[in-house]
Every structure is written in structure tokens, then in C-alpha cells.
């Protein structure tokens, strides 16, 4: 059973303005959540994480928020650049052992 | 460098033949792991180790096997590869309970 998921399988964005990924999960145990970010023929690259004591934490453009009632994480892209055009991983783990990934989500950000 | 290698990166077999993909670490991480990835079904664990000599089933370890003899290697065994173990592989270390993986850049693996 899918732990981790992620509902939009791709967004399509215009350069300069703010992609929102989402991503939900099932299991209340989960304590820290990462994003990765895959381009074709390379293995996916870790993005930014969030430990399940804070609900916010930015890196450059890059912006995760998490809403632990809702079981409910999102990462804020702002401004989206061409560059930025990939797909993108969620996952949630616990106690830092084995990730949970979700299906990812394609983003694809036009000029 | 700090990276996680995999080999090969592109293999065609036929079914029954036994293959290994290789994977290695050079950032003397307890924690290995590899992953399949297909279409619509995103990152799938297939086994990992904490450390030498200690590893376990992921959500899909049917037809695999795995060993950790040394710290920076651990490969991936098909005994027997059949035509739906034809995936794209990643390997991925990390320290023990960091949370964060370090990925290979996958092996693309097709079985006929």
C-alpha cells in the first residue's frame, strides 16, 4: 500500500512564476521528509528536507511546508526556471530508516 | 569525489541468465539500497543493509538477492532474470538514520 503520494502525476508552470508540488501520506510515524529531483538518465539528487518538528524550511527558491495534522507536504518553487524542469520525488521516513517514495510528479516549466 | 557507481549501466540478457549489477560507495556509509523505477509506479525498494552482513526485504524482493560482505559494496543479484525485472536500477547509500540517500546514476536493465 502506497505510504507516500503523490496525486499529480505532472504540472506544467511558466518560467518566473511559483510551482506548488504535492504530496500526502498515510503513515503517522513518518518523522522526516525529503525531496528529490530526477532529470532523465541520472539517479535522483537529494532537494530539501523537513524534519516533522518544524513546518517550514526554505533553501534559495526552494521552500518545503509541512502540515502534520493533514498528513500533507508541499514544495514551493518560486521563481520556477527552465532548469527546474524534472521530476520530483517525495519521501518520508522513519527514525531514518528505509524512504518512502512517491511516484513523482513531472514538472515542466516553459519559458 | 563522493559518489555511489554502478555497473553496468545498460544491460540486455535473456531470461535465466544470471547477472549481477554491481554498486559501490565511497563515502563509508552504513546504509545501501537499491531501488527499481518503472513507469506510473515511481521508486520502489528492493532491499538495503544497514550494515556488513545485515540486510532485509524492501517492498519488492521477489527474484532478488543481495549480499554485504564489505561496507562500500553491495551488489544485486538476479539468479534467474524473467521479463518483468526489465527496470531502470538505482543503488543509493546514506548514513545510518540521516534520512538522506545518495543515488547512483542507475543501470537500465532489459531481460528478453
Known amino acids: 500500500d502506497q505510504q507516500v503520494k503523490q496525486n499529480s502525476p505532472s504540472l506544467s508552470v511558466q518560467e518566473g512564476r511559483i510551482s506548488i508540488l504535492n504530496c500526502d501520506y498515510t503513515?503517522?510515524?513518518?518523522?522526516?521528509f525529503l525531496w528529490y529531483k530526477k532529470y532523465p538518465a541520472e539517479g535522483p539528487t537529494f532537494l530539501i528536507s523537513?524534519?516533522?518538528?518544524?513546518d517550514k524550511n526554505e533553501d534559495g527558491r526552494f521552500t518545503v511546508f509541512l502540515n502534520k495534522s493533514a498528513k500533507h507536504l508541499s514544495l514551493h518553487i518560486v521563481p520556477s526556471q527552465p532548469g527546474d524542469s524534472a521530476v520530483y520525488f517525495c519521501?518520508?521516513?522513519?527514525?531514518?530508516?528505509?524512504?518512502?517514495f512517491g511516484k513523482g510528479t513531472s514538472l515542466l516549466v516553459t519559458p | 569525489e563522493a559518489q555511489v557507481t554502478q555497473n553496468p549501466r545498460y544491460l540486455i540478457t535473456v531470461t535465466g541468465k544470471k547477472l549481477t549489477v554491481t554498486c559501490s560507495q565511497n563515502?563509508?556509509?552504513?546504509?545501501m539500497s537499491w531501488y527499481r523505477q518503472d513507469p506510473g509506479l515511481g521508486l520502489r525498494q528492493i532491499y538495503y543493509?544497514?550494515?556488513?552482513?545485515?540486510?532485509d526485504k524492501g517492498d519488492v524482493p521477489e527474484g532478488y538477492k543481495v549480499s554485504r560482505k564489505e561496507k562500500r559494496n553491495f551488489p544485486l543479484i538476479l539468479e534467474s532474470p524473467s521479463p518483468n525485472q526489465t527496470s531502470l536500477y538505482f543503488c543509493?547509500?546514506?548514513?545510518?538514520?540521516?534520512?538522506?540517500?545518495?543515488f547512483g546514476e542507475g543501470s537500465r536493465l532489459t531481460v528478453l
Open positions: 543509493a547509500s546514506g548514513r545510518l538514520f540521516a534520512g538522506e540517500l545518495f
Open positions: 503513515n503517522s510515524m513518518f518523522d522526516y
Open positions: 523537513i524534519s516533522s518538528i518544524k
Open positions: 519521501a518520508a521516513s522513519r527514525s531514518g530508516y528505509a524512504l518512502n
Open positions: 563515502m563509508n556509509h552504513e546504509y
Open positions: 543493509s544497514m550494515n556488513v552482513e545485515v540486510t
